[in-house]
């Protein structure tokens, strides 16, 4: 047997692994009522499900072969809408963790599982922000950023504020995690760089703001940009995206339909191991 085939054949054994276990994860999550951390069978699962796609995506060359298994291709939707929860769920249970303990330094957020993706994703995306500007200087624009859908942790608004030093809009329809994103910017004694706005992402007026964030989550992306297309004045758009075999945790955007909307493409930075996402950056068209 050639060097190549012992390869071909260790690959399709992880890809084999992989499709098995986004079965189990599918299965598990859909057999569970409570997708938050105090669930510990959801700890276990998600845990295992991240840190393989993650390692996966790094040695899977035939990634398509993984995200058109017909099994993937049937349940990804609803697995989408499972993650999301889970996600939601998972941001809720800390930000109540966190804002409990009332008046908190910045290290205090390193409780949170992911706070370190949440640093490496805003620092690669501040790269792609001054690469793709094309001559505008978004970042030293004194407008404010926007980030839509941001949660009840509201981690990329710190960071942004925290890694260029600008003014930050969190803009969020939940009640309950504008409270909560509220109150943890409160604690972290950020109240006067970060605003949150409770708000239908698709009826905001985006005119004051100089960079626009659209979140992965955030499931009227279609109307959102039309509603930025409509209002926002030479403002850059980024929108949490996924490549490669993280396309199994978050739906990826579709470029070519953002353009048909009015925007033209200005570049994508892909994820990493350390960030997850990808973000397409978009500028009017």
Same mark, same amino acid.
């Given at each position: 047997?050639?060097?190549?085939?012992?390869?071909?054949?260790?690959?399709?054994?992880?890809?084999?692994?992989?499709?098995?276990?986004?079965?189990?994860?599918?299965?598990?999550?859909?057999?569970?009522?409570?997708?938050?951390?105090?669930?510990?069978?959801?700890?276990?699962?998600?845990?295992?499900?991240?840190?393989?796609?993650?390692?996966?995506?790094?040695?899977?060359?035939?990634?398509?072969?993984?995200?058109?298994?017909?099994?993937?291709?049937?349940?990804?939707?609803?697995?989408?809408?499972?993650?999301?929860?889970?996600?939601?769920?998972?941001?809720?249970?800390?930000?109540?963790?966190? =804002?409990?303990? $009332?008046?908190?330094?910045?290290? /205090? +957020?390193?409780?949170?599982? #992911?706070?370190?993706?949440?640093? *490496?994703? %805003?620092?690669?995306?501040?790269?792609?922000?001054?690469?793709?500007?094309?001559?505008?200087?978004?970042?030293?624009?004194?407008?404010?950023?926007?980030?839509?859908?941001?949660?009840?942790?509201?981690?990329?608004?710190?960071?942004?504020?925290?890694?260029?030093?600008?003014?930050?809009?969190?803009?969020?329809?939940?009640?309950?995690?504008?409270?909560?994103?509220?109150?943890?910017?409160?604690?972290?004694?950020?109240?006067?760089?970060?605003?949150?706005?409770?708000?239908?992402?698709?009826?905001?007026?985006?005119?004051?703001?100089?960079?626009?964030?659209?979140?992965?989550?955030?499931?009227?992306?279609?109307?959102?940009?039309?509603?930025?297309?409509?209002?926002?004045?030479? =403002?850059?758009? $980024?929108?949490?995206?996924?490549? /490669? +075999?993280?396309?199994?945790? #978050?739906?990826?955007?579709?470029? *070519?339909? %953002?353009?048909?909307?009015?925007?033209?493409?200005?570049?994508?930075?892909?994820?990493?191991?350390?960030?997850?996402?990808?973000?397409?950056?978009?500028?009017?068209?």
């Amino acid at each position: 047997m050639t060097a190549v085939k012992m390869l071909r054949q260790d690959t399709a054994h992880e890809e084999d692994k992989l499709i098995s276990l986004f079965r189990q994860t599918f299965n598990t999550l859909a057999s569970q009522t409570d997708l938050s951390p105090e669930n510990p069978l959801i700890n276990e699962s998600l845990s295992r499900y991240v840190g393989a796609i993650v390692e996966a995506d790094e040695v899977i060359a035939d990634k398509d072969r993984v995200l058109d298994d017909p099994f993937v291709r049937s349940k990804m939707p609803e697995m989408m809408n499972l993650l999301s929860r889970a996600e939601f769920a998972m941001e809720q249970y800390f930000a109540k963790l966190l =804002a409990q303990d $009332g008046p908190m330094p910045l290290s /205090g +957020l390193r409780r949170f599982w #992911y706070r370190a993706n949440y640093e *490496a994703l %805003v620092q690669n995306e501040v790269g792609g922000i001054r690469s793709f500007a094309k001559g505008a200087d978004i970042l030293g624009d004194p407008r404010p950023m926007a980030f839509v859908g941001s949660g009840p942790l509201p981690l990329s608004a710190v960071d942004y504020h925290l890694q260029t030093g600008k003014p930050c809009v969190c803009i969020e329809l939940d009640a309950q995690a504008a409270e909560d994103s509220r109150k943890l910017i409160g604690n972290l004694g950020l109240s006067d760089a970060i605003a949150v706005v409770r708000q239908d992402g698709s009826k905001t007026d985006y005119s004051p703001y100089s960079m626009i964030f659209v979140a992965a989550l955030v499931e009227n992306k279609d109307q959102v940009l039309d509603r930025i297309r409509g209002t926002a004045s030479n =403002a850059m758009i $980024g929108v949490r995206s996924a490549d /490669g +075999l993280k396309k199994l945790l #978050y739906t990826p955007v579709n470029i *070519a339909q %953002v353009e048909q909307r009015g925007f033209a493409h200005c570049g994508t930075t892909p994820g990493t191991p350390e960030a997850v996402n990808s973000t397409c950056f978009f500028r009017m068209g």
